[in-house]
């Protein structure tokens, strides 16, 4: 695909979800994808994950999609697909495997261990700051999920200025206020 809404960049691996993350984040905001058809998981543990001395690894947490300077504007179709073993542990504001949205729509996707803390505001495991007009629909949150964040946290979205359909969230959810 060439990223417009008729022809997204297809995603079939963690990878290429840390490209279109880093094509969102230097500007390219609008920019739309889908997880491919062929595709049943996308398995983050190959770009994201806890520190684990006995083989010898460095911890490495998810940089969102979209931030404050970029807000994520595009369509992602996570095409009835799962993300799993999303891992991240940060301090900063809008903080989820989408950072930040403005007017963005993410669609049909399940996260299955996804493992987020946050000691600031805006903390979700889909989408941090899901802003003005944003849409969140078909997402489910697994109960294998866990999420501890600041102020507005939640299993979805810590903060939600837009609309969400047919989303569950059955992750354990901490955080301090407006949860």
Request: net charge negative; proline share 1%.
């Amino acid at each position: 695909g060439d990223g417009k809404v008729g022809n997204p960049y297809i995603i079939t691996k963690a990878e290429e979800l840390e490209w279109f993350r880093d094509q969102v984040n230097s500007g390219q905001y609008s920019i739309c994808a889908k997880i491919a058809d062929n595709v049943e998981v996308i398995d983050m543990s190959t770009v994201c994950h806890a520190a684990d001395k006995s083989q010898n690894l460095e911890e490495v947490s998810w940089e969102p999609i979209g931030n404050t300077t970029n807000k994520y504007m595009g369509t992602f179709d996570g095409n009835n697909k799962t993300i799993t073993n999303l891992y991240i542990n940060a301090s900063q504001l809008n903080v989820g495997l989408f950072g930040c949205t403005y007017e963005g729509t993410i669609k049909n996707l399940t996260f299955e261990n996804a493992n987020v803390t946050n000691t600031q505001s805006n903390t979700g495991i889909l989408v941090g700051k899901a802003g003005y007009g944003s849409t969140l629909q078909n997402i489910k949150i697994s109960n294998t999920c866990q999420i501890k964040g600041g102020n507005y946290t939640g299993g979805i979205a810590g903060y939600l200025d837009g609309n969400a359909y047919n989303c569950v969230n059955c992750a354990t959810v901490q955080g301090i206020k407006y949860i």
